[in-house]
């Protein structure tokens, strides 16, 4: 208990510097267009429950599916290519081709296929993310010596064993890592696809504020995207503690 | 009992190919133990990897018990260098690991792994983690997986040579404590002549590249108590060490 307390001083602590610059930025500009910290959580108070909530939660919503969606086939295929040479082989290359493709490019096909609707944002975010999971994933096995395997395979060990004893546990650390620096990306990206066919997300909420000269509102929603960013870090650095102890 | 006939082992470096081992010959009854001691590079860890099934491309033949090895099998304990802990596990799930993947539709033998914990002085230490514990503990851990595993064979590279004096004496007694209980074939690969003189019934000096067998010394004194006291301890120390100069300066 003693331990979640410390943390959650750290991020107070985080988040009282930021709102010291903030305000020391707003002080010296002395315009509209930048509010005090003061005004914006005053108006934040007021509307969340009624106005933000609802934005807030279907953009942790998506992030959280596409997410899941790039763990569901980015470890696999990640364990697999980094185990099995052939896979590696195989793969390998159109890994490299596609992994640099700015994703956001392909926002429109992605539109014109799927629709205006979840699907396209969920897998917007499921394309940045998956790629950095494959290729961590697949090095965090490359990188596991040799010699770890033998007692292992002495025993007979099959796949099954040397997969869930070895190369989940061994390649953890590294697809946290990597989920780390793909969500910053991710949040960015879920932005711009929220300013599109949509009425929910934080990054329609934030677009029609800016729209409607509406600066308190607009901080407002910057400042919860920015507290979802805040909880699913958190969230990683929770389950990091938990799972790779060791 | 183990059997090793005309074992060559060779190499593919670079396009080159070169023999690790050449024609081995080697028998171990049923619950001996066996020193290799041989110079860097005369293929001792070959040998131990082609006992434990991981090298599968030889020359000749390498039974356990009449049959091939084939790991799925036979039950082999292998300790590598390094002890083979898996960091991400706790001490108790790292003795677990051998037993669960070998037994896998028995249930555990939870009065087993308690008794060998005991018996290797790990109690209280069951939750840490390897990199929290000190390399003889490790080992420690080490031998409790192999020993728990109630192996047909085990085998063991250099496994006390990255302790200090001390500790290692002290693994050594704990080996073969544990071995006088359960007599297990044990091969160990080692540099360490005393080493070699105390936990060996078998000695086997190997020779440089291509590794081949050049003396087996039966161990009168093997099992004996506190033979390293013993006037005859010292006496075959220094034998074998002349008789490895001689024959590595070849």
């Not at chain 1, 086939?73 to 081709?97: E, Q, T």
């Not at chain 1, 989920?179 to 300013?195: C, G, H, K, N, Y």
Request: a neutral charge; one cysteine or more; charged letters at 20%.
């Amino acid at each position: 208990m003693r331990e979640i307390g410390t943390r959650l001083w750290y991020y107070f602590y985080g988040i009282l510097i930021v709102l010291m610059i903030w305000q020391a930025v707003a002080i010296v500009v002395n315009l509209p267009i930048i509010p005090t910290p003061l005004l914006v959580l005053d108006n934040l108070l007021n509307i969340f429950a009624s106005k933000i909530a609802i934005h807030g939660l279907y953009s942790l919503w998506r992030i959280v599916a596409g997410v899941f969606f790039a763990i569901i086939v980015g470890i696999p295929l990640g364990l697999c290519m980094g185990y099995f040479k052939s896979w590696d082989k195989a793969l390998s290359p159109v890994i490299y081709l596609t992994y640099p493709i700015p994703k956001i490019a392909l926002l429109p096909v992605i539109m014109l296929l799927l629709g205006l609707g979840e699907l396209s944002k969920i897998l917007m975010i499921f394309l940045i993310i998956v790629f950095q999971v494959i290729v961590a994933v697949r090095d965090g096995v490359k990188g596991i010596p040799k010699e770890t395997y033998y007692p292992l395979y002495s025993l007979g060990a099959g796949v099954f064993d040397i997969f869930r004893d070895v190369l989940v546990p061994a390649s953890l650390p590294k697809f946290l890592t990597s989920l780390r620096v793909a969500m910053a990306t991710a949040i960015s990206v879920l932005f711009f696809t929220e300013t599109f066919g949509t009425q929910y997300g934080m990054g329609y909420f934030i677009m029609d504020a800016w729209m409607r000269v509406n600066y308190l509102e607009m901080y407002s929603g910057i400042v919860i995207l920015s507290y979802i960013g805040l909880i699913l870090f958190g969230t990683i650095d929770y389950i990091e503690r938990k799972v790779c102890c060791w | 009992m183990i059997r090793i006939k005309n074992l060559t082992v060779n190499y593919r470096s670079v396009g080159e190919c070169y023999a690790a081992l050449q024609d081995i010959n080697l028998e171990l009854g049923e619950g001996e133990t066996c020193a290799i001691i041989g110079p860097s590079g005369c293929g001792k860890s070959t040998l131990l990897k082609v006992l434990a099934g991981i090298i599968k491309d030889f020359w000749g033949s390498v039974e356990i018990n009449g049959q091939p090895v084939i790991p799925s099998k036979q039950r082999i304990g292998f300790i590598p260098q390094n002890y083979g802990l898996l960091p991400w596990k706790n001490v108790y799930d790292n003795i677990r690991l051998g037993a669960k993947i070998k037994n896998k539709n028995d249930g555990e033998d939870k009065e087993a792994l308690n008794n060998i914990i005991e018996q290797l002085g790990l109690g209280g230490l069951e939750n840490r983690y390897p990199r929290e514990i000190s390399g003889g503990q490790q080992q420690r851990v080490a031998l409790a997986r192999a020993f728990l595993l109630k192996p047909d064979l085990l085998l063991m590279d250099e496994p006390f040579s990255a302790l200090d004096a001390m500790t290692r004496e002290e693994i050594q007694e704990v080996f073969l404590d544990v071995w006088r209980k359960q007599a297990v074939s044990t091969v160990l690969v080692t540099h360490h002549v005393e080493e070699a003189v105390y936990l060996g019934r078998k000695i086997v000096i190997l020779s440089l590249s291509p590794g081949t067998v050049s003396t087996i010394i039966e161990n009168p004194l093997f099992g004996g108590e506190d033979i390293r006291n013993h006037p005859d301890f010292f006496k075959l120390c220094l034998e074998l060490r002349k008789r490895i100069k001689e024959d590595w300066s070849k």
